[in-house]
């Protein structure tokens, strides 16, 4: 099992940059595929970004490929999803996923732990 903590979301401006942080618990954070989804009022939740157990592998949904980096440091237990160029359709709850899962898939999988979720704000 594995808890995760989100950290680093805020209010910026149209432009700006901003890195989320994952914290996760557990010896066995290196097993676990991970993610990064976000929920807008009234929207539904969706894949943002995902990265591989070793980092070697990322998905990245088209609406933020080129602006996103996510990354991970498995001795840190943590993953990263450094935003840049944010837009206001930015605007969102991020949260972090974990799921054991070696397929190719990231983004059509069910993760099966999540964090509490970080609030990013982005003004136009």
């Known amino acids: 099992q594995v808890q995760l903590v989100e950290s680093g979301g805020g209010l910026v401006q149209a432009g700006d940059s901003l890195r989320l942080s994952c914290a996760a618990s557990g010896r066995t954070f290196s097993n676990y595929k991970m993610g990064w989804f976000r929920q807008a009022p009234g929207m539904e939740r969706e894949f943002v970004a995902a990265i591989s157990w070793s980092g070697s592998s990322t998905d990245y949904a088209d609406s933020v490929k080129g602006r996103f980096t996510i990354s991970r440091d498995n001795a840190k237990l943590t993953v990263y999803l450094q935003m840049n160029s944010l837009k206001p359709e930015d605007t969102a709850v991020y949260y972090c996923?974990?799921?054991?899962?070696?397929?190719?898939?990231?983004?059509?999988?069910?993760?099966?732990?999540w964090g509490q979720g970080t609030q990013v704000t982005v003004s136009s």
């Open positions: 996923a974990a799921v054991i899962d070696y397929s190719g898939n990231y983004r059509d999988i069910e993760y099966d732990y």
